[in-house]
């Protein structure tokens, strides 16, 4: 059973516009979140966390917002550039533990100039 | 540059042949990762280690061996009796314990021929 879903495989916004990818989780003991993005044939690359006790986090044009009571985090760009196309994964894990990362299946994101 | 080192980054194998992907990292890092990726899916944990000499079983481990004989590196061998061995293999490590993002090598693409 998946413990993160990512139920948008894809998402195609206009360059400058904002782009929001959404994460659910099932398991109430994860309390640290992540996203990467990835390009084909390579490694993904971490870009932004948030811990539990926060329910917002922002770096740059990124900012990730997790709504405990519904288990479900969100990862917002703005603006959003042709660069940022890519495959966006969220993880999950149990932060205080050795537990390693759970993953989703991804969004594919598509930046249109 | 520290980081993490997957070789080789395209690998053939025969069907009933075992195969040994490389990874190492210059990071300090405690904690290592095997994950595979399948087109359509998330990374799957193959095995993890946070700790030299010491290793677990991810959520597909069948059919996979490691080994962790050195804090720098942990090889994975993919062996005859997994039944579907052609994948992007990724490699991650990170420091021990929770509230830390992973750092994800360059992958290995593995085909059976």
């Known amino acids: 059973d998946q413990q993160v879903k990512q139920n948008s495989p894809s998402l195609s916004v206009q360059e400058g516009r904002i782009s929001i990818l959404n994460c659910d989780y099932t398991?109430?003991?994860?309390?640290?979140f992540l996203w990467y993005k990835k390009y084909p044939a390579e490694g993904p690359t971490f870009l932004i966390s948030?811990?539990?006790?926060?329910d917002k986090n922002e770096d740059g044009r990124f900012t990730v917002f997790l709504n405990k009571s519904a288990k479900h985090l969100s990862l917002h760009i703005v603006p959003s550039q042709p660069g940022d196309s890519a495959v966006y994964f969220c993880?999950?894990?149990?932060?205080?533990?050795?537990?390693?990362?759970?993953f989703g299946k991804g969004t594919k994101l598509s930046v249109k100039p | 540059d520290g980081g993490i080192t997957q070789s080789p980054k395209y690998l053939f194998r025969k069907e009933g042949q075992n195969v040994t992907l490389s990874c190492e990292q210059n990071?300090?890092?405690?904690?290592m990762y095997w994950y595979r990726q399948d087109p359509g899916q998330g990374l799957r944990l193959i095995y993890y280690?946070?700790?030299?000499?010491?290793?677990q079983k991810g959520d597909i481990a069948e059919g996979y061996s490691v080994s962790r004989e050195k804090k720098e590196s942990f090889p994975l061998t993919v062996t005859s009796a997994q039944k579907n061995p052609t994948a992007f293999y990724l490699c991650?490590?990170?420091?021990?314990?929770?509230?830390?993002?992973?750092?994800f090598g360059q992958g290995t693409r593995l085909t059976v021929v």
């Open positions: 990071l300090n890092h405690d904690a």
């Open positions: 991650a490590s990170s420091t021990k314990g929770g509230y830390t993002e992973a750092f």
């Open positions: 280690s946070q700790i030299v000499n010491d290793f």
């Open positions: 993880a999950a894990n149990y932060g205080g533990s050795q537990g390693n990362l759970i």
């Open positions: 398991n109430s003991m994860f309390d640290y």
């Open positions: 948030i811990s539990s006790i926060k």
